[in-house]
């Protein structure tokens, strides 16, 4: 049943979540680095396979001032087929360690719908957040496991698989089926103890482009169930289909789509290039500083 926003006023809304000892927290919103290390995500493919690439390439992100890095070893673009645990596992442990050596301060978060691969890095580096495209559809252990974590776990919403949620994505009412969805997930993974929730609409998994804008015109339609809101649109088929140009060209329309998504009450960008997201970010706070005054 859908929630109701007389029934979000009884919700408090929840502005940090714990990550072991560490907390972060959404009174201002912040920006998650997407750091690919798979040889065939669709826009930075293979470039931070190499251990010293990576690096450098993180290095950049925290000197731009993100403030999560999500770690990713399975592309789910859409059609992307899944590899083998094992495969995933070679990717992501060794670029998790060296993140964590080198840039200890830094927050983690893992791409990943396997619970054995949260175990496995988690025993390696300790906690961080899972961010699990698939809203546990694709691993029945995921909301038990995450639960005996105790970690934050990221609720996306998808409609398919990666390999087929492109395939004529259909919904009666995007926001409302939505909204449902979240409303039975955070019931479920509540149940097994998950206390640090964050709500991902899932732009571009399983909706076409008019379901992608309608959500990101109503994003603040998922206010009420009170939890941290991210959004990844970076460089997505939505904007760039929409402008007619290439992902490699699709900055600014990210910025602009970031911008909508930030007045919307997005808490967190989810984004190929930090330094421009931060920029929206700042620019935002100037604008409700004013207001105050």
């Known amino acids: ?37 798979t040889p065939d995500s669709f826009y930075d493919g293979g470039k931070m396979t190499d251990e010293k690439v990576l690096l450098s390439s993180v290095e950049k992100m925290v000197n731009d001032g993100v403030s999560i890095l999500d770690i ?40 990943t719908f396997r619970s054995w691969v949260a175990v496995r890095i988690i025993d390696e580096v300790g906690p961080i957040i899972v961010n699990d495209i698939s809203g546990g559809s694709l691993d029945s252990n995921m909301f038990e496991t995450v639960g005996k974590l105790k970690v934050p776990y990221i609720l996306s919403h998808i409609q398919g698989t990666p390999a ?77 289909k929409a402008l007619e140009i290439k992902p490699e060209t699709s900055l600014n329309g990210t910025t602009v789509a970031n911008t909508l998504a930030i007045m919307g009450g997005a808490d967190i960008l989810r984004v190929h290039d930090v330094k421009e997201a931060v920029d929206v970010i700042k620019i935002f706070c100037e604008i409700k500083a004013s207001i105050k005054k």
């Open 1 to 37: 049943m859908l929630i109701s926003q007389s029934a979000g006023k009884f919700l408090k809304r929840k502005n940090k979540i714990c990550i072991g000892s560490e907390e972060i927290d959404f009174t201002i919103p912040i920006v998650m680095g997407i750091v690919n290390v």
């Open 72 to 111: 990713g070893g399975v592309s789910t673009k859409p059609g992307a087929l899944q590899v083998s645990t094992k495969t995933e596992l070679e990717r992501l442990l060794p670029a998790v360690i060296a993140i964590r050596k080198n840039f200890p301060a830094v927050t983690i978060s893992i791409d």
């Open 164 to 240: 087929t949620m492109q395939d004529d994505p259909h919904y009666e009412d995007v926001i409302k089926e939505i909204s449902n969805y979240f409303s039975e997930k955070v019931k479920k993974l509540s149940k097994f103890g998950v206390e640090d929730i964050i709500i991902d609409p899932g732009f571009g998994f399983g909706k076409n482009l008019d379901h992608n804008y309608e959500l990101l015109n109503r994003l603040d339609a998922f206010k009420v169930f009170q939890l941290p809101v991210m959004v990844g649109l970076s460089r997505k088929s939505m904007i760039w």
